[in-house]
């Protein structure tokens, strides 16, 4: 397991991307939550995934994420902080 440093959040754990399942939330920079909500398309180099966004309900249909990208997948809450 690596880590990464989300901007206004820290160093936090990431996974592999190919243990993305959906119902999983990807926390990026600045506490933006995404759930994954379909898989796409699955090679043994990338993955395509549609994501919804949680705070505004945007569904972006393809999203293209390669083998070496690791998202930080957020199951309770931990590490999503509130943006005033």
């Known amino acids: 397991m690596s880590e990464t440093r989300l901007i206004n959040v ?9 243990k993305l399942v ?16 379909g898989v796409r398309k699955r090679t043994s180099k990338s993955r395509v ?13 393809s999203r293209f994420f390669d083998k070496g990208f ?3 997948v957020d199951e309770h809450n931990k590490y999503v902080r509130v943006r005033s």
């Open 10 to 18: 820290g160093v936090v754990p990431t996974i592999s991307n190919k």
């Open 22 to 37: 959906v119902g999983d939330r990807i926390v990026y920079n600045y506490g933006f939550v995404y759930r994954v909500v």
């Open 49 to 61: 995934l549609i994501l919804k966004a949680e705070s505004s309900g945007k569904v972006y249909d």
């Open 70 to 72: 690791s998202p930080v």
